[in-house]
């Protein structure tokens, strides 16, 4: 039995840790060769590389700061000098670390960094890739990473959730105008995720993010891998008539006030 993403070649923005990594892992798993992005200290991409090419495939690292327009599209262009093509973006790098704050006070920079971030870097990696893919006429499949924040409204998050709504109306672009070359596009918006590796990590986690557990409907956060099985359907010829979706993954997030109702319904006999 082939493997569904047998012989392709994918780039994905930030997969030294997190969900990035772990479609990494389950690409590799698919079949594909996987170069990808990393910003921080190299030890955790070189684990990566290391998982990649334990399951026989090919793995290319860069090092990318996606603030910046050139690295953007610098590292499109180095998956294809090595690899020779990209079938497969997954614009992943994103967050809302540089732009946190209330609206009131929130700065024109991180507004800006926010915007660059989780929306201009994507659109400037996807150009490079559906060039090529237009050019050999080989189509291919390009993958943003939204959020439930694109959608839903939470305090100090503006820029965030603003950049990952317009990520989603680009991604309807992307498959819009891009569909007569075979190029699918499509987003997933993930809810809480936890990325925790260490024991460091889950402790911050617990202290956090894992409040929100019990307002979820399946009363727990996803696990990246979760979110990476989505991935490697989108890119697969399993996911062939499914374009300019956005997929949420949320574990039913955005639904315990429809719950909230239906149970007030339910206690008054109605």
């Given at each position: 039995m082939?493997?569904?993403l047998a ?7 930030g ?14 798993d698919a ?17 990566v ?7 026989g ?9 996606l ?6 599209k ?16 997954v ?23 926010g ?10 990696t996807?150009?490079?890739?559906a ?9 291919g499949?390009?993958i ?15 820029a965030?959730?603003v ?14 105008e891009?569909?007569r ?12 995720i936890?990325t925790?590796?260490?024991p ?8 956090g ?9 399946m ?15 989108l ?9 300019g ?6 574990g039913g997030a955005?639904?315990p006030a429809?719950?909230a109702?239906?149970d ?5 006999g109605?």
């Amino acid at each position: 039995m082939s493997l569904p993403l047998a012989n392709k070649f994918a780039l994905i923005t930030g997969a030294s840790h997190g969900i990035g990594k772990a479609t990494a892992l389950a690409f590799a798993d698919a079949g594909a060769n996987v170069a990808f992005t990393y910003r921080g200290a190299d030890q955790g991409a070189r684990e990566v590389v290391r998982c990649i090419e334990d399951k026989g495939r090919q793995a290319f690292m860069m090092h990318a700061e996606l603030l910046e327009v050139e690295d953007c599209k610098r590292i499109a262009t180095e998956t294809i000098d090595v690899f020779g093509q990209i079938d497969i973006l997954v614009n992943n790098a994103g967050g809302g670390q540089y732009s946190a704050g209330g609206l009131a006070d929130l700065s024109l920079e991180s507004w800006e960094n926010g915007l660059n971030l989780n929306l201009r870097a994507p659109l400037l990696t996807s150009q490079i890739a559906a060039r090529q893919m237009i050019a050999l006429g080989t189509g291919g499949a390009i993958i943003n990473i939204s959020s439930v924040h694109s959608s839903h409204v939470w305090f100090n998050s503006a820029a965030y959730g603003v950049a990952k709504a317009g990520l989603n109306r680009l991604t309807k672009s992307m498959a819009v105008e891009w569909a007569r070359h075979g190029i699918r596009a499509n987003a997933i918006a993930p809810g809480y995720i936890n990325t925790a590796e260490t024991p460091e990590e889950q402790a911050g986690y617990d202290a956090g993010d894992n409040l929100a557990a019990p307002l979820i409907t399946m009363g727990r956060t996803a696990r990246p891998s979760e979110i990476a099985g989505i991935c490697v359907f989108l890119a697969s010829d399993a996911a062939s008539y499914v374009t300019g979706q956005t997929i949420y993954a949320d574990g039913g997030a955005l639904l315990p006030a429809v719950m909230a109702a239906a149970d007030l319904r339910a206690g008054a006999g109605i």
